[in-house]
Nanobody, 128 residues
Framework: QVQLAESGGGLVQTGDSLRLSCAAS????????MSWFRQAPGKERDFVAA????????HYADSVKGRFTISRDNAKNMAYLQMNSLKPEDTAVYYC?????????????????????WGKGTLDTVSS
């Protein structure tokens, strides 16, 4: 069982930056590809970014490419999402998710249907 806990959400203005953190309880954290998804009110939960078990490979949704950066620290059991140049359309609840991986791919962790564990989410609101 893996427990994930997000933190770092809040209310910011357009153009601001925010850094989300995800703390994982798993002793085998380095066996999981990590991802971030988000869900805006009334919409489906969408993929944002993923990182492979080693951290060498990443994958982003087109809507955040060039603005968001995913990273991880396997020694600390942590994953992060650095969000820059935030826009009102980035407003959503952001979820951290873990996918037990069998290779060093990030693309495999972009499908919410295959993720093994989820955090409870953190709300990010970007005002115009």
């Amino acid at each position: 069982q893996v427990q994930l806990a997000e933190s770092g959400g809040g209310l910011v203005q357009t153009g601001d930056s925010l850094r989300l953190s995800c703390a994982a309880s798993a002793r085998s954290f380095s066996s999981y590809a990590m991802s971030w998804f988000r869900q805006a009110p009334g919409k489906e939960r969408d993929f944002v970014a993923a990182i492979s078990v080693s951290g060498s490979n990443t994958h982003y949704a087109d809507s955040v490419k060039g603005r968001f950066t995913i990273s991880r620290d396997n020694a600390k059991n942590m994953a992060y999402l650095q969000m820059n140049s935030l826009k009102p359309e980035d407003t959503a609840v952001y979820y951290c998710a873990a996918d037990l991986a069998y290779n060093d791919s990030a693309h495999a962790a972009s499908d919410r249907r295959t993720m093994d564990y989820w955090g409870k989410g953190t709300l990010d609101t970007v005002s115009s």
